[in-house]
């Protein structure tokens, strides 16, 4: 069953502007991740964020985490037209090291 | 370079043909997973394997068969497959489990892109 379910599904911003993205889930989770993909390729990891943390910070990248409402955002400060590709949020759960992905975010940030 | 290859990348198939993916990890990791993106759908979770053992399987149809004979390689065996199943197949490593809280920072394979004619 989908775990994560990514808000909006597209996105589309002027350089330098903000990117919010949003992603709901369903059931308990021990730690939350963020992915990059851009089109046609593998996903890279951006940040993990566990259970008991609500707020983290990598570079341009603002990820919080609200367990109450289940439910994560991923800002991206400053956005560059590089920033250009699919977000997809991913939970784990238990010990099993496995990830359910959400649909993702499309994000175009025009030069 | 994320330290997961995927060969090939691009395939082309027939329904009658016998394909073979290959995943390798330069990492030092037990766990190793196939997914599977269609468009239009979130990424499908095929089969993890840890240690070498498959611990997963998620429904996936028999002409679908995966191999993971260590710990550093994985192979998806492709037989009499459908158009439907044209998609791109990631690989993907992790530490696997190490304690009862792991967080597991997957490491993904540029994919292979497979088209089923």
């Known amino acids: 069953s989908q775990q994560g379910e990514e808000d909006p599904q597209a996105l589309s911003i002027q350089e330098g502007e903000n990117a919010t993205m949003n992603c709901s889930y369903k059931?308990?989770?021990?730690?939350l991740q963020w992915y990059r993909q851009n089109s046609g390729r593998g996903l890279v990891h951006l940040i993990l964020?566990?259970?008991?943390?609500r707020e983290k910070h990598s570079g341009r990248l603002r990820v919080t985490l609200d367990t109450s409402k289940k439910s994560s955002s991923l800002l991206i400060t400053a956005s560059r037209a590089a920033d250009t590709a699919s977000y997809f949020c991913?939970?784990?759960?238990?010990?099993?090291?496995?990830?359910?992905f959400g649909q993702g975010t499309t994000l175009q940030v025009k030069p | 370079e994320t330290g997961v290859t995927q060969t090939p990348r691009h395939l082309v198939m027939g329904m009658t043909n016998k394909k073979s993916l290959k995943c390798e990890q330069h990492?030092?990791?037990?766990?190793m997973y196939w997914y599977k993106q269609s468009a239009k759908k979130p990424l499908e979770l095929m089969f993890v394997?840890?240690?070498?053992?498959?611990?997963e399987n998620n429904s996936v149809p028999s002409r679908f068969s995966p191999e993971c004979p260590n710990s550093s390689h994985l192979f998806l065996h492709l037989h009499t497959l459908q158009p439907e199943d044209s998609a791109l197949y990631l690989c993907?490593?992790?530490?696997?489990?190490?304690?009862?809280?792991?967080?597991?920072?997957?490491?993904f394979g540029p994919g292979t892109r497979l088209t089923v004619l």
């Open positions: 993907a490593s992790s530490q696997g489990v190490i304690s009862l809280t792991s967080y597991n920072e997957q490491f």
């Open positions: 964020i566990r259970s008991n943390e």
């Open positions: 394997y840890s240690l070498e053992e498959r611990v």
């Open positions: 990492l030092g990791h037990n766990a």
């Open positions: 059931t308990s989770i021990n730690n």
């Open positions: 991913a939970t784990g759960s238990g010990n099993t090291g496995k990830l359910i």
